[in-house]
């Protein structure tokens, strides 16, 4: 490896002397391609503004979103809860999901079998909202924020929300112990 004999330079700074010792090749086309990979981005990205930004990949990510997910964005936005005509969901695995989900969201004011605490009692035949699948959604989708019911709508499905609704109506006359004492009017399904 001649080049890399120790050789000294002919000058001299102050009777201080130098040897020639290059950089390894290696290390210099390295750091020439560098400079180079810097200019070209900087170039494509910022100058020419060909690349996407991380702006444009987030925007791209959000249309794609919207665009895969636009049925049922549109399906959600569209449902009417003030005049709805829903139907009494029976199916087992919809009913047991709304059982969880009535343990996560529901029991800390209604209670684990509905009789009420903060919130009002489920399980008999008055509502202060209306009974009925579609007041009981209504009243779940919407809220109550001023009396302290959430509006769930933000947060749970159309689907979800029927399951709760349903599965309420089949908490119906269960008579859990501790019942709150029942507010509202005395509510029958027209038929
Ligand atoms: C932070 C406490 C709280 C939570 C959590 C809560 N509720 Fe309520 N809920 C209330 C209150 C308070 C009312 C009574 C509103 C009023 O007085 O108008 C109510 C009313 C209702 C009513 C109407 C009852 C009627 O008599 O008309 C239904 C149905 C209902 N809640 C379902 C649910 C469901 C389903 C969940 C879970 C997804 C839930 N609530 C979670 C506090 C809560």
Not at 89 to 104: G, Y
Not at 131 to 136: R, Y
Not at 165 to 172: F, H, K, P, R, T
């Amino acid at each position: 490896m001649a080049q890399y004999e120790d050789k000294l330079l002919d000058h001299a700074y102050d009777g201080i002397e130098e040897y020639n010792n290059p950089l390894p090749p290696w290390w210099v086309y390295l750091f020439v391609i560098t400079i180079i990979w810097g200019g070209l981005y900087m170039f494509y990205f910022h100058i020419a503004d060909v690349g996407p930004g991380s702006t444009d990949e987030y925007t791209t990510e959000v249309r794609d979103y919207q665009t895969k997910f636009a049925s049922t964005i549109a399906a959600e936005a569209g449902v009417n809860w003030n005049t709805p005509n829903f139907e009494i969901v029976s199916d087992k695995a919809q009913l047991a999901m709304a059982k969880d989900l009535f343990a996560k969201n529901c029991v800390a004011c209604h209670l684990a079998q509905g009789q009420g605490a903060i919130g009002p009692n489920l399980t008999d035949k008055y509502w202060i909202h209306g009974g009925g699948i579609n007041n009981i959604a209504k009243t779940i989708a919407l809220g109550v924020p001023e009396k302290g019911m959430i509006t769930w709508k933000n947060s749970l499905k159309k689907t979800e929300i029927l399951a709760l609704a349903s599965y309420i109506i089949s908490l119906q006359g269960t008579s859990p112990p501790n019942p709150k004492p029942p507010q509202g009017d005395l509510f029958e399904e027209k038929k």
